[in-house]
């Protein structure tokens, strides 16, 4: 199975900061990478498919970039709803992993 | 809206069986492989099963290989895991999640709400 590492595993950020989160695969997945959102209580939520394409109605200050073995995803400007665990998950070839996550906190 | 609803989820001793179903709403249900995901207490998301739209291809995670079965009825919009052989481990919220696809794993783009299966004596 291909192992997903997230880092780092929690963060806090102020307000309007700049978050960047970085997801590593142990084998090259090209851009077979997405990530999710996961809010308490709430069901998760798809934010990026292939690495860096936004979904449809998610907010622009999310973005995700990289290909092969590292990938980064990025809050531009951290706001209060942003508070969640945050997940990259590869589709190279099953089974499909996800990272452990990081979980997002405001300062 | 699409919605996803599980239902099915309780305590149930090691060695038992359980079985869990999600009925979907808002789309067409027969257009589209479904999975089921869970989240143990404390831990991460961790892919469990797919089904395709026609049910003509279905895979396991490891874990769970000999000891679930995943199984739906388009008819009844509806997503079941049937899992026996209990084990501590998978103590977890189970999702139901759908693929934008009739027939891919790849990716999850909508999710149900979970239902919690917990394994305890």
């Known amino acids: 199975d291909i192992q997903m590492t997230q880092s780092p595993s929690s963060l806090s950020a102020s307000v309007g900061d700049r978050v960047t989160i970085t997801c590593q695969a142990s084998r090259d997945i090209s851009n077979f990478l997405n990530w999710y959102q996961h809010k308490p209580g709430k069901p998760p939520k798809l934010l990026i498919t292939d690495a860096s394409n936004l979904e449809t109605g998610v907010s622009s200050r999310f973005s995700g970039s990289g290909s092969g073995t590292d990938f980064t995803f990025t809050i531009s400007s951290l706001q209060p709803e942003d508070i969640a665990t945050y997940y990259c998950q590869h589709y190279e070839y099953l089974p499909p992993t996800f990272g452990g996550g990081t979980k997002v906190d405001i300062k | 809206e699409v919605q996803l609803v599980e239902s099915g989820g309780g305590l149930v001793q090691p060695g038992g069986s359980l079985r869990l179903s999600c009925t979907a709403s808002g789309f067409t249900f027969s257009s589209h492989s479904m999975n089921w995901v869970r989240q143990a207490p404390g831990k991460g998301l961790e892919w469990v099963s797919y089904i395709s739209s026609s049910s003509s291809t279905i895979y396991y995670a490891d874990s769970v290989k000999g000891r679930f079965t995943i199984s739906r009825d388009n008819a009844k919009n509806s997503l079941y895991m049937q899992m026996n052989s209990l084990r501590a481990e998978d103590t977890a919220v189970y999702y139901c999640?759908?693929?934008?696809?009739?027939?891919?794993?790849?990716?999850?783009?909508?999710w149900g709400q979970g239902t919690l299966v917990t394994v305890s004596s």
């Open positions: 999640a759908r693929t934008p696809y009739a027939s891919s794993w790849s990716v999850f783009d909508y």
